[in-house]
């Protein structure tokens, strides 16, 4: 039941990062220390957003070794196969 429970407040604080995030573009005078605070969320972590670094579940994984579109050629060329038998 634990992982559950990390799974739902890592989701949450997503949300209020997200939050903090779309606050500081909409008003130019909150800084980002003042949003952290008022969000509760790392205040590096919205700096690290502000800089355009992705976050963690969005960038393709180091032990990916095909490309998006390789794979779907490959996957496409096996159906193609099952299709012919």
Request: no cysteine; net charge positive; aromatic share 4%.
């Amino acid at each position: 039941m634990i992982p559950q429970r990390n799974s739902l407040k890592k989701q949450s604080n997503e949300a209020y990062i997200q939050l903090a995030f779309q606050a500081i573009k909409q008003d130019a005078k909150l800084s980002i220390p003042r949003a952290a605070a008022l969000y509760n969320v790392p205040e590096r972590t919205l700096r690290r957003r502000r800089d355009v670094m992705l976050s963690r579940r969005d960038i393709t994984p180091n032990s990916m070794k095909l490309l998006k579109t390789e794979e779907e050629t490959i996957v496409r060329h096996i159906l193609d196969l099952e299709a012919r038998y």
